[in-house]
């Protein structure tokens, strides 16, 4: 029946358009029921998709459960599908409703039809009741001995189902054993394959707690098992093969023989249409082999071919993840791929998340022979309109120079990217062009030659920025116009956002003034001050250390900040070999098209730096210890907002010695001199010292311009702004989680931690306490180390108004990421200060 013509307002999608609407189908349904009138099975049908299509939208429809029921005694299999999909999803939500199905759900279980057999017994499993558990083992064991093969498939995996409803009636009536002989006898492949992965899964699930599945399951890697699955795998569909094959994988040969029996019975399974059974072929094929050298190495060469051709002959999604396994062949062996680095070149009609994968590849197989026909296709691509494919095109460029020995060519045209008129081209440029010459020195003549014609107005990016400056202060000697440079830059000191710009300003302008001494001197002055004025903590502590080193000693100050440097040989990986051998035996799955292993981004356990998440989980609110005098609370698993879950990022950022930079070797008697200093000279302003230290502090301050003024400016640590808080401060999460959400970020900065604050940090506890004491109080924390988070609040003494802090703590670089949110804007940055004075004394005796 259609809904009335006339309405005022649009149906809401939990209700029928009109009152009567269902009352109606239900009607029509009655009549219909016993009709055996001529065309009433187009009419039933017609009525059931109405049916269905409000059940999909949402309509509660369960009221026609009845006459659904009594209209689905028909032949038609079109009827009987439509009335199993409704009871099916009724029947999840009301139990009760699924007792009426029984009676006609075990009759149609018998019928003539294979495919109603089939059906029913599918639509009986599927309701997952616990209490009609009773009526699914006849059927199934009347299924699991049917005649026709369709009927057997969907009775195994009732076995299954019956399994994670109740185990115990699973074991007790001996399916799995039936399940076991169906696997080794039954003639259709399909059924053998449901039985594989039925076995697997309950084996698997019962070896915690029986020998007996434990034996069981090892049966499936016996040899006699195997081979059978092998001798068949031909007959077997495209997903039943990968099945097999990733059990093959499993099995131990017991010799070389062994081995070969089984890469020959396998070899053309290599050139399948389906990519997924080649990939699980080569995956069985490379981890056979891994004792083998010769063999291991062969078996790339073997590969080869067919995981190329189906990158050329599949769809985008398809190419993406055959790539992504090439490209962690491609590392492990770049040699054996390198005489084919032209099916790598990108096609313009490519996604881009292809030709990056692309072009990391080319990045990959490049060497002496092949380097130049591989850069100029790069070269082509930093046209490209797609501008994050020309970037990573012109760092494909960069990487390859780093990697071969003879550059000639590829510095041209690195120095050619430099006089494009595009920023992002030449930003992208003058970061290689820093790195090429921290490994390749004597080129330096032909970079600055051109680095010195650009002006740094024109660059925008802080990376880009920061290697310009780097190159101003490392060869300022062979830059005419360097010490104007920078004194420009110094001038627009607070117009520049970018605490790394500042960082490299600060040193690029004391190895300018070692260089180049008049005519830095006071730009050098200016850049302290501003430096030792700079909110920023980094800033702040760099701008103050090279005060003390020139305060102390010019010469000394020279050997730290600009010594004799060596070439860097080889810069660090991004991944430890660890990390590439755990995804390599992972092959053929997720992992490689993430390119990190399974537990990165399943196990909750290994997540690295925290983030909100709508995950459930649970989450320690305050403290838990009781003793220690602060009220703890625990969110349960129904909270789901305030969350702290890790993610990988952070916790591969642990220091190495393999760094990106090779640290200069100091002789031992500048560690003496500095090292016999002691440390209250270094950090205090107001040490009184000898008379000669004092002429040679009113020296350097005097020869750079800043003037005896200069000292009370040099304190480290401001005093707290005279702001007061609440020390008896109260908020519930929901509130907080409420206002984080709703409030902006007034303040985002990073903080460096004492190594006296990292030393005490070994578990949240300790700061909680520590911050509790100066009216911070903490809402939530979670991690362990390296990694710590925080949520803390505040509130001004007397007044309603809140702060929110997000305090996320790295003890492996001491770093502190701080956010702060508040109802009041206006004392954010008031407040931040009394923060990290607060934070700075954690730890202090």
């Known amino acids: 029946m259609a809904p009335p013509a006339q309405s005022n307002r649009s149906?809401?999608?939990?209700?029928?358009?009109?009152?009567?609407?269902?009352?109606?189908?239900?009607?029509?349904?009655?009549?219909?029921?016993?009709?055996?009138?001529?065309?009433?099975?187009?009419?039933?049908?017609?009525?059931?998709?109405?049916?269905?299509?409000?059940?999909?939208?949402?309509?509660?429809?369960?009221?026609?459960?009845?006459?659904?029921?009594?209209?689905?005694?028909?032949?038609?299999?079109?009827?009987?599908?439509?009335?199993?999909?409704?009871?099916?999803?009724?029947?999840?939500?009301?139990?009760?409703?699924?007792?009426?199905?029984?009676?006609?759900?075990?009759?149609?279980?018998?019928?003539?039809?294979?495919?109603?057999?089939?059906?029913?017994?599918?639509?009986?499993?599927?309701?997952?009741?616990?209490?009609?558990?009773?009526?699914?083992?006849?059927?199934?064991?009347?299924?699991?001995?049917?005649?026709?093969?369709?009927?057997?498939?969907?009775?195994?995996?009732?076995?299954?189902?019956?399994?994670?409803?109740?185990?115990?009636?699973?074991?007790?009536?001996?399916?799995?054993?039936?399940?076991?002989?169906?696997?080794?006898?039954?003639?259709?492949?399909?059924?053998?394959?449901?039985?594989?992965?039925?076995?697997?899964?309950?084996?698997?699930?019962?070896?915690?707690?029986?020998?007996?599945?434990?034996?069981?399951?090892?049966?499936?890697?016996?040899?006699?098992?195997?081979?059978?699955?092998?001798?068949?795998?031909?007959?077997?569909?495209?997903?039943?093969?990968?099945?097999?094959?990733?059990?093959?994988?499993?099995?131990?040969?017991?010799?070389?023989?062994?081995?070969?029996?089984?890469?020959?019975?396998?070899?053309?399974?290599?050139?399948?249409?389906?990519?997924?059974?080649?990939?699980?072929?080569?995956?069985?094929?490379?981890?056979?082999?891994?004792?083998?050298?010769?063999?291991?190495?062969?078996?790339?060469?073997?590969?080869?071919?067919?995981?190329?051709?189906?990158?050329?002959?599949?769809?985008?999604?398809?190419?993406?993840?055959?790539?992504?396994?090439?490209?962690?062949?491609?590392?492990?062996?770049?040699?054996?791929?390198?005489?084919?680095?032209?099916?790598?070149?990108?096609?313009?009609?490519?996604?881009?998340?292809?030709?990056?994968?692309?072009?990391?590849?080319?990045?990959?197989?490049?060497?002496?022979?092949?380097?130049?026909?591989?850069?100029?296709?790069?070269?082509?691509?930093?046209?490209?309109?797609?501008?994050?494919?020309?970037?990573?095109?012109?760092?494909?460029?960069?990487?390859?120079?780093?990697?071969?020995y003879d550059v000639n060519a590829i510095v041209d045209r690195l120095l050619q990217f430099l006089e494009m008129e595009k920023d992002y081209v030449t930003s992208e440029a003058l970061v290689l062009v820093k790195d090429l010459l921290r490994k390749y020195p004597q080129w330096s003549h032909d970079c600055i030659a051109v680095v010195g014609n650009i002006s740094s107005k024109n660059i925008q990016e802080p990376k880009a920025k920061a290697a310009l400056i780097w190159m101003l202060g490392e060869y300022s000697q062979d830059m005419q116009d360097a010490p104007y440079i920078l004194e420009s830059l110094i001038e627009n000191w607070d117009d520049e956002h970018s605490a790394e710009v500042r960082l490299h300003l600060l040193t690029a302008v004391m190895k300018c003034f070692f260089k180049r001494p008049p005519e830095t001197q006071k730009t050098l002055g200016a850049a302290l001050a501003a430096g030792v004025a700079d909110f920023h903590q980094d800033v702040h502590d760099r701008a103050l250390f090279y005060y003390r080193l020139l305060q102390y000693n010019v010469t000394v100050a020279e050997r730290v900040v600009n010594p004799p440097k060596q070439a860097v040989s080889v810069f660090a990986d991004t991944q430890s070999s660890e990390v590439k051998d755990r995804i390599f035996d992972e092959f053929n799955t997720l992992s490689v098209v993430y390119q990190k292993p399974s537990y990165m981004f399943t196990d909750k356990e290994h997540r690295g730096p925290f983030e909100f998440s709508d995950e459930l989980g649970n989450l320690s609110i305050g403290t838990e210890s009781t003793d220690t005098g602060v009220p703890g609370h625990r969110v349960e698993a129904n909270d789901k907002d305030l969350l702290l879950s890790t993610s990988e990022e952070e916790e591969t950022r642990v220091p190495s010695n393999n760094g990106a930079y090779n640290a200069p070797s100091y002789d031992s008697s500048l560690v003496s001199i500095v090292a016999s200093q002691p440390q209250s000279d270094l950090l205090s302003t107001n040490t009184v010292v000898p008379s000669s230290a004092s002429q040679s502090s009113f020296a350097i301050d005097n020869l750079l311009g800043l003037g005896v003024s200069v000292t009370p400016a040099l304190a480290p640590a401001p005093s707290p702004p005279p702001l007061n808080l609440n020390p008896k401060a109260a908020l519930d999460p929901s509130t907080f989680q409420q206002k984080w959400r709703q409030l902006p970020i007034s303040l985002s900065q990073e903080y460096s931690m004492s190594p006296s604050g990292v030393g005490a940090l070994t578990t949240p506890q300790a700061l909680l306490l520590h911050m509790q004491s100066h009216s911070v109080h903490c809402i939530a924390s979670g991690g362990q180390s390296p990694n710590f988070k925080f949520f803390f609040f505040a509130q001004k003494a007397e007044e309603p108004s809140i702060f929110l802090v997000e305090c996320v703590i790295s003890t492996a670089n001491s770093k502190a990421q701080i956010k702060i949110k508040a109802d009041d804007q206006s004392v954010s940055q008031e407040f931040s200060s009394l923060f990290q004075s607060a934070l700075s004394k954690f730890g202090l005796p």
């Open 11 to 404: 149906p809401s999608p939990s209700q029928p358009s009109g009152k009567s609407e269902v009352s109606d189908l239900k009607l029509q349904l009655r009549q219909l029921a016993g009709s055996r009138a001529p065309g009433v099975d187009d009419s039933k049908r017609e009525l059931f998709k109405k049916v269905i299509s409000y059940m999909t939208i949402g309509i509660d429809v369960s009221s026609l459960f009845g006459e659904m029921v009594m209209c689905s005694v028909t032949p038609d299999i079109v009827l009987k599908k439509m009335c199993y999909l409704y009871v099916g999803n009724y029947a999840k939500v009301n139990p009760d409703l699924a007792l009426l199905t029984i009676n006609f759900l075990q009759r149609d279980c018998k019928d003539e039809d294979p495919m109603i057999r089939g059906l029913a017994l599918r639509s009986l499993c599927s309701l997952r009741v616990a209490n009609l558990v009773e009526y699914l083992v006849g059927q199934l064991g009347s299924g699991l001995k049917d005649s026709n093969s369709y009927v057997r498939t969907v009775a195994v995996m009732g076995v299954l189902k019956l399994y994670h409803i109740s185990a115990l009636t699973c074991v007790d009536a001996d399916f799995p054993a039936v399940l076991k002989h169906l696997l080794l006898n039954d003639p259709d492949t399909q059924v053998v394959a449901n039985c594989l992965s039925a076995l697997q899964e309950i084996w698997s699930s019962e070896a915690t707690t029986s020998e007996e599945a434990l034996r069981d399951r090892e049966t499936l890697l016996s040899k006699p098992v195997v081979y059978y699955l092998l001798n068949r795998i031909k007959e077997f569909s495209e997903w039943a093969q990968c099945l097999v094959l990733e059990l093959v994988a499993k099995y131990v040969p017991s010799d070389s023989n062994e081995i070969f029996d089984i890469m020959n019975l396998l070899e053309d399974r290599l050139h399948h249409a389906n990519g997924a059974v080649v990939l699980a072929t080569t995956k069985l094929f490379l981890h056979l082999t891994l004792s083998m050298t010769d063999v291991h190495q062969q078996v790339y060469e073997r590969i080869k071919a067919p995981l190329l051709t189906l990158v050329s002959s599949g769809s985008p999604e398809q190419s993406y993840a055959v790539l992504s396994h090439l490209h962690l062949l491609v590392m492990r062996a770049p040699y054996i791929f390198a005489s084919d680095y032209k099916h790598f070149y990108c096609q313009y009609n490519e996604p881009s998340y292809v030709k990056k994968l692309k072009l990391e590849m080319l990045t990959a197989v490049a060497n002496e022979s092949n380097t130049y026909e591989i850069v100029t296709e790069l070269c082509e691509y930093a046209a490209n309109v797609d501008i994050p494919i020309a970037r990573e095109s012109i760092r494909a460029v960069g990487k390859i120079a780093l990697e071969q």
